[in-house]
């Protein structure tokens, strides 16, 4: 799972994410979730040693899926090597959120509108 809109994001704020489907592809299944931290494994004090000490090696958080918000298929004649999805999230004020999912070549759009959760 990538995170896109993390929780404490100033709103109203807009993201873009762009897929490769496989060649041959038909549809793009996307499932937008609420996302909860991996917590880091322990590392053992012997390991320690053995690493560099160089922190920009350091791994950005890692998040799993936590509760299912919406899914989308967006329908599409047979995907190429070159047939992108671009999926666009758009939080706004009201706590709302929007998704839409496009493949530009043949302008095939969906959306999905997710209210604010209390």
């Known amino acids: 799972m990538e995170p896109v809109l993390l929780k404490n994001t100033p709103l109203p704020a807009k993201r873009s994410v ?8 038909t549809r793009a299944y996307i499932a937008v979730s609420e996302g909860e931290p991996v917590p880091k494994p322990e590392v ?18 890692r998040y799993r899926p936590s509760r299912l918000l919406a899914e989308m298929v967006l329908e599409l ?3 190429t090597d070159a047939t992108r ?17 496009t493949e530009p070549v043949s302008g095939t759009t969906i959306t999905a509108e997710i209210p604010a959760s209390n």
């Open 18 to 25: 762009k897929v490769v489907l496989p060649a041959g592809e």
């Open 44 to 61: 053992d004090e012997d390991d320690e040693d053995e690493e560099s000490g160089d922190e920009d090696d350091e791994e950005p958080p």
């Open 77 to 79: 004649d047979e995907a």
């Open 85 to 101: 999805v671009e999926v666009s999230f758009f939080a706004g004020t009201d706590g709302k959120l929007t998704v839409t999912a």
